[in-house]
T-cell receptor, first 112, second 115 residues
């Protein structure tokens, strides 16, 4: 089954404790992206990647890092999480030059 | 990106058709019209897209006005599973320039299905 998976689905952590949210897709997609969703602000793009070793900032990249060492994986790294990074995070992927994008089920992160 | 305007919420009875409107008066000649939906506690899900002609797929139909300044997503027979937030999004044609394929989500229309 074609899908985007994220882990963990739920995470509660404390300020400053490094964490990684994994994202993996099994569709051999070139493009991958991270969004965060906050009430009243909608979905905002954090980072994106057009292929292995090619990443770039989205609209709200501060406080986040990403890497794309393999085509299928695009982890989101929070080196020193802060409470304002409490949010619902979605990973997405797409084939190059395709219309349809596929989203993961989401990771709900709470930073206390 | 050109802006879209959708009603905040709509209600419909189960097993009846639903027409979800979207206004995009500043659409450019090459913008595609996309629809995504987000079911409760899930990620957004692609529904349909079109450029000028009306489009049909297994999930829905998309009716595009002749001047392209508005469009309507049609669910032919709504079920409880169709309760979701529906987003109308304009995008540059991805086939011409592979770059940041960012989707700009607005606030969408929250569709409630009444049993």
């Amino acid at each position: 089954e074609a899908q985007v998976t994220q882990n963990p689905r739920y995470l509660i952590t404390v300020t400053g404790k490094k964490l990684t949210v994994t994202c993996s897709q099994n569709m051999n997609h070139e493009y991958m992206s991270w969004y965060r969703q906050d009430p009243g602000l909608g979905l905002r793009q954090i980072y994106y990647s057009m292929n292995v070793e090619v990443t770039d900032k989205g609209d709200v990249p501060e406080g986040y890092k990403v890497s794309r060492k393999e085509k299928r994986n695009f982890p989101l790294i929070l080196e020193s999480p802060s409470p304002n990074q409490t949010s619902l995070y979605f990973c997405a992927s797409a084939r190059a030059r395709a219309h349809e994008q596929y989203f993961g089920p989401g990771t709900r992160l709470t930073v206390t | 990106d050109a802006k879209t305007t959708q009603p905040n919420s709509m209600e419909s009875n189960e097993e009846e058709p639903v027409h979800l409107p979207c206004n995009h008066s500043t659409i450019s000649g090459t913008d595609y019209i996309h629809w995504y939906r987000q079911l409760p506690s899930q990620g957004p899900e692609y529904v349909i897209h079109g450029l000028t002609s009306n489009v049909n797929n297994r999930m829905a139909s998309l009716a595009i006005a002749e001047d392209r300044k508005s469009s309507t997503l049609i669910l032919h027979r709504a079920t409880l599973r169709d309760a979701a937030v529906y987003y109308c999004i304009l995008r540059d044609p991805p086939v011409t320039n592979f770059g940041n394929e960012k989707l700009t989500f607005g606030t969408g229309t929250r569709l409630t299905i009444i049993p």
